[in-house]
Structure formats: C-alpha cells, structure tokens
C-alpha cells in the first residue's frame, strides 16, 4: 500500500518513520525513545482498522467515518512534525569526536526538547481515538456488523424496457449482426465503457430482440455485484432457465449450482446477458457455468474494465464491442426530446447555454438524461440552466440537487471499486480545471512526491506508470494520444467524473480547489490546495490560507494575479508546489522558497522570475525542480549542485548552468538544458553523470558535439536524447548508444556514414530525424539495422540552398528508400517532405511495400514558397502509393499552405529573381544561406 492514501492518510509513512526515529541514526533523549515506542505499537493497532474502514466506506456510517477521519488528521500531524523534528536535528556521525559531538547536542538541545513537548501532545491524541475506538467497539464488531442493504441503481436498466432511445440503432445492429453469425461455437461479445454510457441499456434491447425471435431455447440475465456474490449469481439464472430446479437449490453451494446449470444447458441453445463484470477472476467463475456445446449459444457481458473485456473475448483474434460517447447531433436529439414536445424547438434564447451544457455531458447518455430531466422540471429560463451549466465540472453538481444522486450512485460503484492506492491517485485529479489537457509525466512526478507510490513495488515511475494505466484501463480517465507514435502524453477527466473526485475529495478533506465557486468556510487544516479562479468567490482564501499554511502538502496554482498569490514561507509541509502559467509571478514570491524544507516536486512557470535565490540548496528532498517556462531566469545559483536528490532537472533554454560541480549529482536521471559557462567542462562532468543515472537528455549541439566526439563513450543508461539546435553531421561517437529508446535530431548534412551510425542503435524505437539540407547520395535502408524500430519521423526541409537551381527534383529520385527486409517493427512512418526536393515518382521509388507490419504512413507536404503544380504532383504520387497499398492507412496534408504560390507562372518569376543572388552566396556554409522569408 502507498505510503500516503485517501483511506488511511500519512499512517504507513509514519510508522515508517517512527522506525527509523527508533534506529542508532538518531539519538533521541530516553523519555523521547519510550513515548516514541508506545505510538508505534498504538497506532499499528490503528492502522489495521483504518485499513478495514476504508474498505467498507460505501457503507460506513457516521461513528466510523468520524473516528476514521479524525486518525487520519492526526497521521497527518504526526508525520508534518516528525519530519520537521527530522530535518532540524539532522543525522549524527557514525563516530564522532567529543567535542563535536558535545557541541552538536547542545546545538540539538532545544530541537530534542521541542520535539518532546510535540510527541507528548500527540501522544495525547493518540490516546483519545484509542478511548474512541474502545468506546464504539470499532474493533471487535464494527466492520463485520450488518449494513443497510441499499438497492442496485443498475437494476432498473435491466428490467425497464427503455422508451424514446437516440442512436441505438447503429450499435443494436452491429451487436445483432456479431451475435447472431452462422457459427455454432459458444460466442461471447463483451461491451466495454466507462459507466452511464448505457451498455446495460444495449444489451437489454438487444436481448429483448432477440429473445422475441424465439432462435434460443433458454435465456438469462444477470448483474454482478461489486464484490461478486457466486452463489446468488447462479440461482438468478437458475430461476430463469429452470423454474423446477430453481424451487429445490435454495441449499444447493456453488459447485451444486454449477453443475446443474450446465446439466441443463448441455444440448441446447442458450443466450444469456451477465451486467457489469467487475473483475477478471469473477468472469472465469460465471463463465465455467456455461457449457461450450456447439449449439450456437451466445453471451452479452457488459463491463467498464478493458482488462475485463479482454479476458472475456471468446478466442484471441475478437475484440470487445467498445460503447462510445453520442456525438454532438444526437447529444443535442437525446436532451431536446427529454425536455420539449417533439414538434417544440429550443428557444434561441437557450441555444447556446444548451451547448455548453451538453459539451459538459461529453456525449453520456446517462449525464444528458439526467440533466435534461432536471431541466424539464424548471421554468425555462436562462438564468437558471447557466446556473446549472456553471456547476457542472466545480463539484456541487452532485449535491444540488437530489435528482443527481442516481448518477451519482452509479459513478461511484466504478470509484468504489478502485484499490485504496487507485483511488488517491485519481482523487488528486480534481486539482486540475476542467478541460485540462495533464500531462502524464508530471502527473506521475506529483503523486510519486505526494508520497502515493509505495517503494516495496519496484521501480516508482513504472508503478507509477501501471497506475495511471490502470485508470485507463478502468474507464476512470481519457488518453489523449499524440501525434508522433501514437503514445499518450496527456490525459483528461471526463466533466461527471471530475464533479465526483471534487464531491468526494471535498468530503474527504483530501483537497481544497478554488475554481470558481462560493466557499463560505475553509477545512480548519488544507492538506493540498488548487487555486483555479481569481474571482470575488475566493475572498478570504488567502486569509484561510496563512492560517492552515503549516499542514498544506500540496499547492498547485493557475494563472493567478500576484496579490492573491501567498508568500512561499512557512510552508513546511510543503511536498508539491506548482505554479503553473502565472505570469505574475515574481521574485519576491519565491524569496523564501528554502524554508519549505520538505519539497520534493518543484515547478514555477513564468517569465518575471529573473533569479532564484541561493537558500534553494537547502531543498535536500527535491526531486524535480522543473523551470522550463522561466525564459527571464538567465542563471541558475551555484547552491544547485548541492540538491543531492535531484532525479530531474529542466530549464529553459536561455538559462545557463554553471559546470563546476556538476557530477554531485549523483541522482540525476532526466536533464534538460542548452546553455552552460563552460561547454568543455561541463561535458566532461555530464560524461560522469553518463556513468552513473542519465537516461534522458535534452541539450544543444555544443555539448552533443563534445559528448559524443569519442566513438568509445559509453551511456549505459541513456534512453532518450534530444538535440535541440541543428548539428552539422550525426557524431560518429553516437554508434555506442546501446540502450538508446528514442532519438530527436535535425542534421545539415546527411550522408551514408550518418545512417550507418543510426542504424547501429540496436535499442533505437522511435526516430525523429530532420535533414536541414540537401542529400547528396542515395541512401537506401537495409535489412542490417532498425531491428526495433517502431516509428521514424522523417523530415526533409531543404528549401532554397547553394546549388539548388542545378539540382532539379527529378534528380532525387529515390534518395530514400528501404530495401526488402527493412525495418521490421515499423509501425509508423511520417515523412514532412518539400516538392521541390523530390522526384514526382517519389513514392514509387520509397518501398513502402517493403515494410511488413506498416499499419499508418503520414505525408505532410510544405508548401512555403513552392509552386501549386509540384504540390499536386507529389500528392498524385501518394495517391498512387494508396492504390497500392490498399490495406495502408495513409493520411496526406499540407503544411504553410497560405505561403504557397497562386500559380506556377508566379514561382517561376520568383526563382529568376532568387538565382542570381543565389549563385553569388554559392560556397557559403548552410548556416549563412539566405532565407525565403526576404
């Protein structure tokens, strides 16, 4: 488990913690050790039934909750100061001298005693919840003790037979169409989406249809609870398969009912729905209910788990039904028909708050239904749909209106479901605006500093990396693929599901978000605060602010004006700070960023900070100090190499990093710079850094050229590297490279040595290279290399250079081309291209036909100042590539093209005018050619 969770606070950190004060490390005073002792052993007890709690909160009522709240408060303080306790006193030597020694624990005196009179007002606390938890008998009854059983919210989507459905039609027929195929084998159809998409909905009417045709001999449907329920599962759909043998099972276990439910359907035809699949394992139960007897017998199962899905295919080469959002048309059919008479249009006058409204709903039905709903049952006026608009995507949604807790019900049997680490990890979501494009990396750094990823599981980023993929997989957030490889580097939060995490998180006191509503009262402690709005909503925010400023872990801020921005001192909980797109911001606003001792994510986001003050050495936690949108910050301070738990670094790239002393950071894995004091020097101390941790870098050609002018330099680490300035040829000493993932470069000339050294990477995924000048020679890619390659982006951006107007595009003529065998694992390739640099029969020359596994070609064509003839001579050359490759998807677009010529009379004109200066400039570097932009 996480060290720091939504369902048991800071407990597991701070037991952690206690362990470590108990070690040698620390010589705490003889009375210190004891009350240290006592709250260890305390609160273990206390943990164990946290954990409990935080397993039943669907059901908890309100002794539990309170008792578990006020544990997790007191985890939080008790860990705030023994990390402050920590810091202040600091490590003794393992030997030390007696005067250094004797000097040291007076200068730890006051720290010791100060650290006792805190441990003795926690203990006190600790002691109360004990009493509590004694007093409630939490401990021997509680958690087993029976709970109001509440009613399933699904189960009216299965037994009510929908009247006035909007775009079913297309998915009822293609679902139709799968199942009822000539083949005799069992066939599942499993139907994938995130919750209130309506899979219930398509199944059931599915069913229905095919049930009324009398094709099957015996038919079922089922829902599966949350936690699945085995034995009541089977006899449901024993009492619709077999009445008799339903009246004599009421005893019968789980193997009984199995075998009876098989006897029964051996032989016949049988078509059954199972509902809301929560877990893989409970598919394997159901399903070993149901006989594979050639009969022809179908199965619908619905679920919101793409992992799920999967596992429920019927062989490996089907694919789940993946259920998606309606789109605008229907969106606005489905909510105009809830709420007017079908002959009544919308009033003009709702128009456009009616879009807003529906963009919130993203296209769930569920959402546009309710919504609608609660809309017809209004006056039809503006004033109050944009209220309702304002709040969807700030959190009270949920809880205005009573009309929303079935939507709310049913959102949250996928929330509830989330592992206690899953669900904290999500819940820290509602810290982003609505609409947020987030950033995954940043994302994973944030929760690994939040203290959300348990060490014990390996590696943090790739734990990090299964949680937010877990997400995905469980429908709980949305990829936003890019455009590159298809990866996914951003991510958003569905405007249902973010009024949710805010309902919730508010509930929790998990974190406090400023976006825009009215917050009469402020939590007596902020654990983690958002300042989304500027608005008068917020006055008394800053206020509320410096009082709780103590226990805030996290601040995340949005573009807001300086004064209401709080002076960074006095924060010494702090873990996270991230200001983000606040230009406001200045230097008298990170002045004192050094006393928040306890920051480990550090990110600050504008172009009024013109220095950085020394005392940020004193950040022994950091672990990512993040600067990029600091283009005013001309230099970092020399106190930087002192951050001895640096994993990442990045800055603009007008700001210049001092050389001296660079290798001490020893745990520096992920850099990004371009400017240094000294080139030569810090090369040489960046090559140690090689040695040791560096498995990103994003730098210019002035180091690249000193990093890797040896061909024996060796980066064993190294996996991703950007160059960010145009070098002149591919380092001959980039050919040991090993372990290199990905690869960004733009050379001026390439030649058969420079793709030789390439095609030597043998890790080497993804290939962006740029040819910022004119190939010489043919270069041809073989079956010897690129053996991993999965993605080559390549761009050819020559325009007009020295020697151009000799060297028409007929003469390029397969200046790339891959040879059979070529590239073996290349699912992508993308080519931006200028006409005037390429034969018009390019791409039949290319050998797209040669790359085996090829699934998507993108062509983008730049038009700046070339002639409208030569565009539409290559784009006739891809179209006969399309005709081809039929199975290929290929994508074609143009680029620049309001700089393109009218007419190719107009280029020609042109180009006369350009020669003579042109054959002037001959023999000058690339670098001094002239520009087309004159």
């Known amino acids: 488990m996480a060290g720091v969770s939504v369902g048991t606070g800071a407990m597991n950190s701070l037991l952690g913690k206690l362990t470590a004060l108990l070690g040698d490390e620390y010589n705490l005073l003889k009375r210190v050790r004891k009350e240290i002792e006592f709250l260890k052993r305390e609160l273990g007890r206390m943990q164990v039934l946290l954990e409990k709690l935080a397993d039943m909160e669907a059901r908890l009522d309100g002794l539990g909750k309170s008792w578990g709240d006020s544990v997790r408060d007191l985890s939080y303080d008790m860990e705030d100061c023994i990390d402050r306790f920590m810091d202040r006193l600091g490590r003794d030597d393992a030997k030390p001298k007696f005067m250094k020694r004797t000097a040291r624990r007076l200068k730890t005196l006051w720290a010791r005693h100060d650290i006792a009179t805190q441990i003795k007002e926690l203990k006190a606390r600790v002691m109360e919840e004990s009493e509590r938890r004694d007093r409630y008998k939490l401990d021997e009854s509680y958690y087993s003790a029976t709970r109001p059983v509440q009613i399933d919210p699904r189960i009216t989507a299965i037994h009510e037979e929908v009247k006035g459905l909007v775009a079913m039609d297309g998915p009822m027929k293609h679902l139709a169409a799968l199942l009822m195929d000539e083949s005799k084998e069992l066939k599942v159809v499993p139907i994938v989406g995130s919750g209130g998409l309506g899979k219930t909905t398509l199944a059931m009417e599915v069913y229905r249809k095919i049930e009324s045709g009398g094709n099957f001999q015996c038919q079922a449907c089922v829902s599966v609870s949350r936690t699945l329920d085995l034995v009541k599962l089977l006899k449901d759909i024993l009492s619709q398969i077999d009445k008799d043998a339903y009246k004599e099972c009421q005893s019968w276990e789980k193997e009984q009912l199995i075998r009876e439910i098989k006897q029964i359907l051996t032989g016949k035809r049988y078509f059954i729905v199972i509902d809301d699949v929560w877990k893989e394992q ?40 993946q259920m998606e959002p309606l789109d605008d048309v229907d969106s606005r059919r489905l909510f ?95 810290i982003y605006p609505e609409d947020s494009m987030i950033d995954i990396k940043r994302l994973k750094w944030k929760w690994i500093a939040e203290g959300f990823i348990a060490t014990q599981w390996g590696s943090l980023d790739q734990v990090a990396e299964n949680c937010f993929n877990e997400l995905v997989n469980r429908n709980m957030i949305q990829p936003v693929y890019g455009n590159d490889d298809s990866s996914v580097k951003y991510c958003r939060v569905h405007d249902m599901v973010l009024d949710l995490i805010i309902s919730l998180s508010d509930e929790e006191n998990f974190a406090t978000v400023l976006n825009g509503r009215i917050c009469n009262s402020f939590p007596n402690k902020i654990r983690r605060l958002s300042m989304q709005s500027s608005g008068k909503e917020n006055k008394g925010a800053v206020g509320a602010i410096t009082e709780t ?53 550090l990110r600050i986001d504008s172009v009024n900070i013109k220095e950085l003050p020394w005392e940020i050495g004193k950040l022994q936690h950091l672990e990512t100090l993040d600067l990029t949108g600091c283009y005013s910050l001309l230099r970092l301070p020399s106190s930087v190499v ?26 520096l894995e992920e850099l990004s710079f371009k400017k240094t004091d000294d080139p030569v020097r810090f090369a040489e101390e960046v090559n140690e850094l090689g040695k040791c941790n560096l498995r990103y870098l994003v730098t210019g050609w002035e180091i690249v050229k000193r990093l890797f002018c040896n061909p024996c330099c060796t980066y064993t680490c190294l996996q991703v590297l950007k160059i960010q300035s145009p070098i002149r040829m591919v380092p001959r000493g980039m050919a040991s490279l090993d372990n290199l993932v990905k690869l960004c470069v733009t050379v001026m000339e390439f030649d058969k040595e ?145 700089d393109m010529f009218k007419s190719d009379k107009e280029w020609e004109e042109y180009v006369s005018k350009l020669k003579k200066p042109m054959q002037r400039k001959r023999g000058l570097p690339l670098t001094e050619r002239p520009t087309t932009q004159n």
Request: include cysteine.
């Open 282 to 321: 409970d598919w394997k139960l159901i399903k070993s209910a149901f006989p594979e007897n050639n009969n022809g017998s179908r199965i619908i199962a619905t679920t919101r788990i793409t992992g799920v899905a999967n596992q429920c295919c019927s062989n490996s080469v089907s694919q789940p039904y």
């Open 336 to 430: 105009f028909k809830r709420i007017f008479r079908m002959d009544d249009p919308c009033p003009v006058e709702l128009e456009e708050v009616s879009t807003k409204i529906l963009k919130k709903c993203g296209g769930l039905p569920l959402a546009i239904i309710t919504f609608a709903s609660l809309l017809a049952n209004k006056t039809h006026k503006k004033d109050e749909w944009e209220r309702l608009q304002e709040s969807i995507g700030t959190g009270p949604s949920f809880d205005s209106d009573g009309n929303l807790k079935g939507m709310k019900d049913i959102m949250l049997l996928s929330y509830w479901d989330l592992p206690h680490h899953l669900k904290t990890c999500l819940l820290y979501l509602c």
């Open 549 to 601: 400023k103590i226990h805030v872990r996290s601040l995340t801020v949005f573009g807001l004006h300086n004064n209401q921005i709080p002076c960074l001192v006095g924060f010494h909980a702090l873990r996270v700070l991230d200001v983000a797109r606040c230009y406001s911001l200045e230097n008298k606003h990170v002045k004192h960023i050094g006393s928040s001792c306890q920051l480990r994510y």
């Open 642 to 667: 002192q951050l001895q738990k640096l994993v990442r670094l990045f800055v603009s790239t007008h700001t210049q990093l001092t050389a001296a002393g660079f290798r001490s950071l020893q745990a």
């Open 754 to 898: 420079g793709l030789s050294v390439l095609m030597g990477m043998p890790s080497l995924a993804h290939l962006q290279l740029c040819v910022d000048g004119a190939i010489k020679e043919k270069l041809s890619i073989g079956s010897d290399g690129f053996k991993l390659l999965k993605f080559f982006d390549f761009q050819y951006w020559s325009y007009y250079g020295p020697g151009w107007e000799k060297e028409p595009a007929t003469s390029h003529q397969g200046r790339l081309t891959f040879a059979p065998g070529a590239v073996p694992s290349l699912r992508r390739l993308r080519l931006e291209l200028t006409p005037i640099w390429v034969a018009s029969d390019f791409f039949a020359g290319l050998g797209v036909e040669h790359l085996s596994v090829l699934a998507h070609l993108e062509v983008l064509i730049n038009c700046f100042k070339v002639a409208p003839g030569m565009v539409e001579i290559l784009e006739c050359s891809v179209e006969k590539a399309i005709k081809l490759n039929p199975d290929l998807e290929i994508r074609v677009s143009r680029n620049m093209e309001d």
